[in-house]
């Protein structure tokens, strides 16, 4: 069974830039995947911040960027902020109407 | 604006049933693809199922393939998950929804509720 994978953690100054992946146990995650990004603070629903690989949803800043990195997804945080600071999730669509979460990264403004 | 507002969680004893509700306010219900997710104490997000607009596509993740079953109601804007021969593990905040097959994406989220399984 493919796994979807995350850092499990990361820190980013204030006013930093941060990059977060979103990888595959075994192969290359591509635009076929469809890679969404969502935000979640303790205790809140998620936020969808980025989907389709790079498309912002609505009312997300341009501070939020998604690509496709080598063999990865990735999330690009650029001057980060103190709220900032929560669980990031990538979900893959794994074709036959399965997606699959990554683990999450808890990122930290420090 | 867009409502998503989860209900039915509770506790329930291992091979138990529960029916999770979620009614939906602010767009055309019928016209978006609905899904659950859920996230146990502690741990992250997992995908649990999905539905078409119609009703006529369902998808489960083979964790709860055959126990669990997604349906709507467009009359009435609520999405149903049925569960039933529920385990300790399936214990978890289940949140629902909405969003688009084409784009693989689901946008707009309920605050979830609770469900635990324990005797």
């Known amino acids: 069974q493919t796994v979807v994978t995350q850092e499990p953690s990361f820190s980013v100054s204030p006013g930093g830039t941060v990059t977060l992946t979103c990888g595959l146990s075994?192969?290359?995650?591509?635009?076929?995947?469809?890679p969404t990004w969502y935000q979640q603070t303790a205790g809140q629903a998620p936020r969808t911040l980025i989907y389709?690989?790079?498309t912002r949803s609505s009312g997300v800043p341009d501070r939020f960027s998604g690509s496709i990195l080598g063999n990865k997804a990735a999330l690009t945080i650029t001057g980060a902020q103190a709220d900032d600071e929560s669980d990031y999730y990538c979900v893959l669509y794994m074709g036959s109407g399965i997606w699959v979460f990554g683990g999450g990264t808890k990122l930290t403004v420090l | 604006e867009v409502q998503l507002v989860e209900s039915g969680g509770g506790l329930v004893q291992p091979g138990g049933s529960l029916r999770l509700s979620c009614a939906a306010s602010?767009?055309?219900?019928?016209?978006?693809?609905m899904t659950w997710v859920r996230q146990a104490p502690g741990k992250g997000l997992e995908w649990v199922s999905a539905i078409s607009g119609s009703g006529g596509t369902t998808y489960y993740a083979d964790s709860v393939k055959g126990r669990f079953t997604i349906s709507r109601d467009n009359s009435k804007n609520t999405l149903y998950l049925q569960m039933s021969s529920l385990r300790a593990e399936d214990t978890a905040v289940y949140y629902c929804?909405?969003?688009?097959?084409?784009?693989?994406?689901?946008?707009?989220w309920g605050q979830g509720t609770l469900v635990t399984v324990s005797s």
């Open positions: 602010g767009f055309t219900f019928n016209s978006y693809a």
């Open positions: 929804g909405s969003g688009n097959f084409g784009t693989k994406k689901f946008d707009y």
């Open positions: 389709s690989t790079d």
């Open positions: 075994s192969g290359s995650v591509s635009t076929n995947y469809y």
